[in-house]
């Protein structure tokens, strides 16, 4: 699945004028290109102080929390990273991002069901989100693959070759093991 990493005021644009609004008076974007360049030089602990320190001034700022949440869930941190993405999605409702990243996180832990949902709320505020789209089309087969296994009767050998068929597929289609 794919987690949002891209520089957040540009996936803002096309989210409307209450969330450019917002984020017009978000942190100079230099804040998150200084924490960005630390972090993938491998200094994460720098990375995030710097960030922590430009949030405490600036607690209202969807950008900093976002990209603070984006390196805690690449560290694996990821009951952090989902305590950051949830407070942003209740504090800023309108913003697809933060209900994507959260998808994915929930989706690694198998919770599926409750991924589909945060997906789809992305889509409701924003349905062109490509990346929750693309998200959404893998938890759907996801949740294909748990019906076809659930569907499985060995006494039935007449259903189990159409299954075992579309257990394949869905298997491939979801880069999963045969």
Partial sequence: MRFVVALFLLMLAATGARAATTLAAAAPVDEVRIAELLFRSGDSAAALAKL???????????????????????????ADAI???????????????????????????????????????ALRHDPGYRAAQENLGDVYVRLALRAYERAEDPA?????????????????LGGLPR
């Fill in 83 to 121: 305590a950051t993405f949830q407070a942003l999605s209740e504090e800023f409702p309108e913003l697809p991002e933060p209900y994507n990243n959260l998808a994915v996180l929930h989706a690694a832990q198998g919770r599926i069901d409750t991924a589909r949902e945060l997906l789809e709320a």
């Fill in 156 to 172: 039935n050998a007449a259903n189990q070759t159409a299954l075992a068929r579309k257990l394949l597929l869905a298997r491939q």
């Fill in 52 to 78: 922590d320190r430009a949030i405490a001034a600036k607690p209202r700022d969807a950008q900093l929390r976002f990209q603070k949440g984006v390196f805690l869930a690449e560290l694996k941190r990821d």
